[in-house]
């Protein structure tokens, strides 16, 4: 890195966290249509913004939802390749409020372990992770005039609501958004000095599951031993869906998933994170799951299949002695590559209704599905990160499969057809979608050096 971009960046410390702490101060919770307007808002700003740094053809595109916020800068010339810049400014619900230690759209400072850390809803998914690279693109426009490479952003409002308004917008406008590679920072290193660069993500089905009993809610004193509990009838078919080690019984779940050649398990056992990783940041008091897998494998290359809440019958205060007629629980699986997610819907639908007694109905309502993503290591842009690590934390970054998915990714390689650079800087404590989410600065800053080392590796390679 030249001296006048290291100068700029050094200088420009101070205004780029403020203007990140503006940015996160606007609740652009788009799952809540309260906040509807404050979504837009936070595209605006966001617009704004780009044209101040001197991005062209910006524009904040609506939909019947939330809008998109597309802009670039394409002067490299034809002989430098184009990277579409990925991210969103939706930001998850803050409940339950009570366990913030502070307001979640009021950005708060404090010392951590290792450095200082940004706290605020959005602070590490994703508005601090997508700033870096609005940070980086205006450095090299402030200091050079020009950047290395053709970029074009394309940022959402509805990550958090299902994603539908961005998959729609890129497969009906594929030769707008062509390029040569995607960058996307959603995700997290392992440490603050260990990058990580992901190539694999989990898709995903989710659904509700609902179980009727009878017409309405009974008196247990009168009817119970003689009807099915609809709680104890779900609860009896959620308890089949594993045995007690963990395994999926749902019958055929696994025939589609991946096998990890001796090769990956080799790779991904020096991956330094393991059974003490994971119980200290969730606080559980000892692990669960397939135990022929490590955990690394069993969070990355595994599919899942989890209930993700459960509802039916008399929750209020006091006590009322009923059987309820309904009961409910949402579910989710969690995919590998090469599952396919309809697949996965029709397998699952099937066993529960199968497993179904006379004595009550079941209904699945699916509500999101999106495909697995993987990508090769060793493709030239994945590479090309890998230097950009090198150069800005002074070590290789490890190649990781991650558990959690990113819906738009598989939409970019299948519509775009595009390699899909997955390069993160949050942490595994950052408490995304939970109280207290934070960004760790010393990241935030490395992250926008890394963004320009990336470009200009991408312009060499």
């Known amino acids: 890195m030249n001296d006048p971009l290291q100068a700029y960046l050094a200088d420009a410390r101070s205004r780029q966290l403020a203007e990140l702490m503006d940015w996160l101060r606007i609740p652009s919770i788009s799952a809540l249509p309260a906040h509807r307007e404050d979504v837009h808002r936070a595209a605006t700003w966001l617009a704004d913004h780009l044209r101040q740094i001197g991005l062209e053809h910006v524009s904040v595109i609506p939909s ?213 990783e994971i119980l200290a940041e969730t606080g559980a008091p000892a692990l669960y799951g397939e135990p022929e897998f490590t955990v690394v494998e069993r969070i990355g290359a595994r599919p899942t299949l989890e209930i993700n809440g459960m509802w039916g019958g008399f929750t209020g205060d006091g006590f009322k002695t009923v059987i309820p007629a309904q009961a409910h629980a949402k579910i989710s699986c969690r995919l590998v590559p090469h599952q396919d997610p309809d697949r996965i819907e029709a397998l699952v639908t099937d066993y529960l209704k199968r497993l179904a007694p006379p004595t009550i109905q079941v209904e699945v309502r699916t509500y999101h599905k999106y495909q697995p993503f993987l990508t090769p290591p060793d493709l030239p842009a994945m590479r090309a990160a890998a230097r950009a690590c090198r150069r800005t934390f002074g070590t290789d970054p490890v190649f990781m499969l991650e558990g959690g998915g990113i819906p738009i990714v598989s939409v970019f390689q299948e519509e775009l057809q595009l390699p899909v650079v997955l390069l993160g800087f949050g942490l595994p404590d950052d408490n995304l979608h939970a109280p207290n989410e934070k960004f760790h600065l010393p990241n935030f800053y490395r992250g926008i050096a890394t963004s320009i080392a990336l470009l200009e590796e991408l312009a060499a390679a």
């Open 64 to 276: 019947d939802t939330h809008p998109l916020v597309r802009a670039d800068w394409l002067h490299a010339g034809p002989d430098k390749p184009t990277v579409l810049i990925y991210g969103h400014f939706d930001v998850q619900p803050v409940d339950p409020l009570e366990e913030w230690e502070t307001p979640p759209f009021e950005p708060t400072i404090k010392a951590g372990p290792h450095g200082e850390d940004l706290y605020a809803r959005g602070a590490s998914d994703d508005k601090g992770q997508i700033f870096i690279h609005v940070k980086a693109v205006e450095a090299l426009l402030a200091t050079t005039g020009r950047l290395p490479v053709n970029v074009k952003f394309i940022v959402e409002g509805e990550e958090e609501y299902g994603g539908r308004t961005i998959q729609e917008y890129v497969t009906r406008h594929v030769d707008e958004l062509a390029a040569d590679v995607a960058l996307i920072s959603d995700s997290h290193m392992l440490t603050p000095n260990q990058p990580a660069i992901l190539y694999g993500l989990r898709g995903m089905w989710s659904a509700q599951v609902t179980v009727t009993g009878p017409a309405h809610d009974l008196h247990s004193g009168s009817y119970g031993g003689a009807i099915h509990n609809a709680n104890q009838a779900l609860c009896e078919l959620l308890a089949a869906l594993h045995d007690r080690h963990g395994h999926i019984t749902v019958p055929g779940f696994y025939e589609q998933v991946r096998d990890l050649s001796p090769e990956e398990r080799a790779a991904l056992a020096q991956v330094p994170y393991g059974e003490a």
